[in-house]
């Protein structure tokens, strides 16, 4: 059984609710929780992981609550964190062998481990070399791969592409879909790409509550008929910029092409384009889309 259910969850600091009410059902799959900063995604991640009391609500782990029955879900749990420190001391494999060792692994299993999870994140070659040397994208694959040492059936990865180039993001997009076959695997992030093609399912956070609890089929035909590709001048492409949702804004020879997220018309020349998710995730969310 692999079941991990959050009923009413909540999480206040002082006054303010960094997570209200929040029931979810989690089986194995990847489930993208998608939310801009502050809508509670780390709050939530470091509940499940025991990490930090909830002021309310329940969370089970197979049924039984992990207030009481922490040590079967952290036995299984496998979490990298946003702020992931390293030991600049080691090379990556004496890293994996010293985190192993710090959790319980056998002696007799540790090495055979640790070559397994190095070569789960394809980061043999690069094993025996200091953890500083490491680019972005490898210290997160460590940073995995240090997740992965107890095989774990529910496996946290809390905004791991933060600072990562595109290349490499895309690189560690394909290593966490090769993860999913039986494991729940919680991934957040605040950059809609990263769960795309990726994730079976989509949860949406905003301020801490729930958005949508959907899938990124079913969030893209509820934006069907809602984006608008429209070449205009420099004066209305303001004007419709102030006024409507702008998803991306080029500029071309022929004047400035818009793709404008709005459940109506917004010009007269406008055409109906077919939405990408995260134009779906900015109707959803009513947010403003960074300027290109
Ligand atoms: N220790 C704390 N004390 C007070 N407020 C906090 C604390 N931790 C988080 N918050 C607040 O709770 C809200 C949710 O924060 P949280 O870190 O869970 O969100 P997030 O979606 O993970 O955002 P980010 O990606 O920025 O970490 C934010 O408004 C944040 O300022």
Do not use: E, F, G, V
């Given at each position: 059984m692999m079941e991990l259910t959050i009923e009413r969850l909540s999480k206040r600091y002082g006054q303010q609710?960094?997570?209200?009410q929040l029931s979810l059902r989690l089986s194995p799959g990847m489930l993208g929780l998608v939310g801009p900063n502050g809508a509670g995604k780390t709050s939530l991640m470091r509940m499940i992981a025991t990490l930090l009391e909830p002021t309310e609500g329940i969370i089970r782990w197979n049924g039984q609550d992990i207030r009481t029955h922490g040590q079967a879900l952290r036995q299984v749990l496998g979490y990298l964190p946003q702020d992931f420190g390293i030991y600049p001391e080691f090379t990556g494999r004496q890293f994996l062998r010293y985190l192993a060792a710090m959790k319980g692994l056998p002696r007799s299993l540790l090495n055979r481990r640790v070559d397994e999870v190095l070569s789960m994140v394809n980061l043999e070659a690069e094993a025996d070399r200091k953890l500083p040397t490491y680019s972005g994208g490898m210290k997160q694959r460590i940073g995995i791969a240090q997740a992965l040492l107890n095989d774990p059936e529910l496996l946290i990865v809390d905004e791991p592409t933060a600072g990562l180039d595109p290349a490499e993001r895309v690189r560690f997009r394909t290593l966490l879909a090769s993860l999913t076959h039986n494991r729940i695997i919680l991934l957040s992030t605040h950059i809609i790409s990263d769960v795309e093609a990726v994730a079976s399912r989509l949860v949406i956070l905003q301020e801490g509550r729930m958005l949508a609890d959907t899938t990124p089929e079913e969030l893209l035909a509820k934006t069907k008929g809602a984006v608008w590709g429209v070449t205009v001048d420099q004066a209305t492409a303001l004007q419709l910029q102030a006024n409507y949702q702008v998803s991306t804004m080029v500029t071309q020879m022929s004047g400035i092409t818009l793709r404008i997220v709005s459940a109506t018309c917004p010009h007269e020349a406008a055409v109906g384009v077919s939405p990408s998710l995260e134009e779906a995730y900015l109707l959803a969310t009513g947010r403003q889309a960074v300027q290109v």
């Open positions: 609710w960094a997570l209200h």
